[in-house]
Every structure is written in C-alpha cells, then in structure tokens.
T-cell receptor, first 112, second 113 residues
Framework: QKEVEQDPGPLSVPEGAIVSLNCTYS??????FMWYRQYSRKGPELLMY????GNKEDGRFTAQVDKSSKYISLFIRDSQPSDSATYLC????????????FGKGTKLTVNP | NAGVTQTPKFQVLKTGQSMTLQCAQD?????MSWYRQDPGMGLRLIHY???????DQGEVPNGYNVSRSTTEDFPLRLLSAAPSQTSVYFC????????????FGDGTRLSIL
C-alpha cells in the first residue's frame, strides 16, 4: 500500500462550485499535513499546513484532517478559473525521518 | 528577493555524461532539498540538507550526489546520466523549524538520451 493515496482526476468543475480534494494515508505516525498547488510548468507552492486533526481555514480554502480515518481534505469555496492547477497533498511524521511523502496530485480545471 | 533559483531550466544529456543542477536561495533558509517529479509517481525526495556541511539521503538517492558548502547553495550532481533519470527536478527550501518545503524553484527539465 502506498503511504499516501490521491485520486489523480482530472476534476473539472464550473466556476463558483465547491471543490473537494482528498487523500488517504497509511502511516499513523504522520502528524503534519500539507497541501501544495502547482501550476503548469511551475514549482509547487505551499497552500495550507496543518498539524494533527482538525480544520484550518484560509480565505476560500479549508484543510481538514481526520486522523481516525487517516483522511485529509482540501475544500475550495467559490472556485475560480485561477484555481485551475494540480493539487498535491503531503504528510510527514514528527521526530522520525521527518521526510515528506507526497501524493501524486489531482489536476483541477475550473471552467468559466 | 528571488526566492529559490534553479539553473538551467532545460537540459539534454547523452547517457554517461555528468552534470550539475544548480540551486540557490536568498532567504537564509537552513533546510534545502531536491525532488524529482515523474508522471504517475509524484514528487520523490532525492537528497536533503539541514544546514551547511550536513546532507542526507532521501527516498531515491542512487546516481546523485550533493554537497552544501554554504547556506545559499545546494547543487545536485548526476554522476553518469541514465535514461531513467529523465525527469523534472525541483529544489526546495524552508527555515530550520519547518521541515516541510515552503519554497520551490521552477524546476529543471532534464532529458537523457
């Protein structure tokens, strides 16, 4: 089993829709959870960062972690064409290898 | 600030050639790392450094060397290029208390013939 599983999509939604992006992970030692956004032919950029379980909100973006089910989500409200990108989830344990493990990414297109 | 700068942006090599991918950051970040990104594989960690003079292996280190003589620079060396090393390479950095990469360069697209 891969340490982090992410549906590659592609996902296509109309402008204004609520987008839900999801990942599952297998290692219960993972404590840090990140979402990166990657535009075409660019490097990833850190979008959201959460520690342990719970929700974190930043503008139109909400990151959610459910450690009991090993499930992480990113919600985008009022999606815009500028949100069209590939979204990568990533996790890391605390005090162990401290190496980041990435999902394969979900490609999102928001249509005007 | 320029952030993380990678050079070159594109490179074509022949099998067996060697080359160095350059990475420089101007944010005084302690932690730097190299990743490769392949279709269907996601980002995989090659090598990382927690400060000048300190490097360690990541998930896929074979065929690559790194050194960290200054805080700013973290070059990646391909010793003898192989077609399996055709990939997009990203350098990343973060400040010392944050292990997760905060800033990525825009990548070097490398083709090995």
């Amino acid at each position: 089993q891969k340490e982090v599983e992410q549906d590659p999509g592609p996902l296509s939604v109309p402008e204004g829709a609520i987008v839900s992006l999801n990942c599952t992970y297998s290692n219960s030692a993972f404590q840090y959870f990140m979402w990166y956004r990657q535009y075409s032919r660019k490097g990833p950029e850190l979008l959201m960062y959460t520690y342990s379980s719970g929700n974190k909100e930043d503008g139109r973006f909400t990151a959610q972690v459910d450690k009991s089910s090993k499930y992480i989500s990113l919600f985008i409200r009022d999606s815009q064409p500028s949100d069209s990108a590939t979204y990568l989830c990533a996790t890391m344990d605390q005090g162990g290898s401290e190496k980041l493990v990435f999902g394969k990414g979900t490609k999102l297109t928001v249509n005007p | 600030n320029a952030g993380v700068t990678q050079t070159p942006k594109f490179q074509v090599l022949k099998t067996g050639q060697s080359m160095t991918l350059q990475c420089a950051q101007d944010m005084n970040h302690e932690y730097m790392s190299w990743y490769r990104q392949d279709p269907g594989m996601g980002l995989r960690l090659i090598h990382y450094s927690v400060g000048a003079g300190i490097t360690d292996q990541g998930e896929v280190p074979n065929g690559y060397n790194v050194s960290r003589s200054t805080t700013e620079d973290f070059p990646l060396r391909l010793l003898s290029a192989a077609p399996s090393q055709t990939s997009v390479y990203f350098c990343a950095s973060s400040y010392s208390t944050a292990r997760q990469p905060q800033h990525f360069g825009d990548g070097t697209r490398l083709s090995i013939l």
